[in-house]
């Protein structure tokens, strides 16, 4: 069964505008992930969180996760119409040793 | 380094047949994973190997097999196709180096079965 759900399933957006996504699991873990994937490509890797951490930057992303809540949250600021993608959060339980993938949230960014 | 490199790129076959799945990674990872991927339902894990000489099933493992060649390869067998298997399939890895989680992934199988 799939761990992670991501929210909202479809998110369509101008450039220049915000984009935030949402991702609720169910049990404890290690560490939370993102990942982009881009139309008929595999899965990269975006950014990581880990379960003693609230929030995380990594250039125009922002991740948060709220352990309490069992959630998570991606935004990306600015959006380019190159960001364009499918994104999936990904949790690790606690001795990780496989991910739980959510169905992802599929973003369009328009010019 | 081409990074994770799986093979065939797109494969059909008729119901019954059966096929290997190649995949390699030039990052001297030590966990290999296959995932499938459908529409509406994100990636699920078939098989994964976290270690050379080990593999162990995931959510979705009935209808495959696994063999971890080497440290390298890891390749995914359907004895028995059926149409319930079409997917895209996904070959990921990662080091088990302390603090680095990440999997990188292989460009995909696009396998349809009629």
């Known amino acids: 069964s799939q761990q992670g759900e991501e929210d909202p399933q479809a998110l369509s957006i101008q450039e220049g505008e915000n984009a935030t996504m949402n991702c609720s699991y169910k049990?404890?873990?290690?560490?939370l992930q993102w990942y982009r994937q881009n139309s008929g490509r595999g899965l990269v890797h975006l950014i990581l969180i880990r379960s003693n951490e609230r929030e995380k930057h990594s250039g125009r992303l922002r991740v948060t996760l709220d352990t309490s809540k069992k959630s998570s949250s991606l935004l990306i600021t600015a959006s380019r119409a190159a960001d364009t993608a499918s994104y999936f959060c990904?949790?690790?339980?606690?001795?990780?040793?496989?991910?739980?993938f959510g169905k992802g949230t599929m973003l369009l960014v328009s010019p | 380094n081409a990074g994770v490199t799986q093979t065939p790129k797109f494969q059909v076959l008729k119901t019954g047949q059966s096929m290997t799945l190649q995949c390699a990674q030039d990052?001297?990872?030590?966990?290999m994973y296959w995932y499938r991927q459908d529409p509406g339902m994100g990636l699920r894990l078939i098989y994964y190997s976290a270690s050379e000489g080990t593999t162990d099933k995931g959510e979705v493992p009935n209808g495959y097999n696994v063999s971890r060649l080497n440290k390298r390869e890891f390749s995914l067998r359907l004895e028995s196709a059926a149409p319930s298997q079409t997917s895209v399939y996904f070959c990921?890895?990662?080091?088990?180096?302390?603090?680095?989680?990440?999997?990188?992934f292989g460009p995909g199988t696009r396998l349809t079965v009629t």
């Open positions: 990904a949790t690790a339980p606690s001795g990780y040793s496989t991910l739980t």
């Open positions: 049990t404890s873990i290690n560490n």
């Open positions: 990052m001297n990872h030590n966990s």
């Open positions: 990921a890895s990662r080091t088990l180096d302390r603090g680095l989680y990440e999997q990188y």
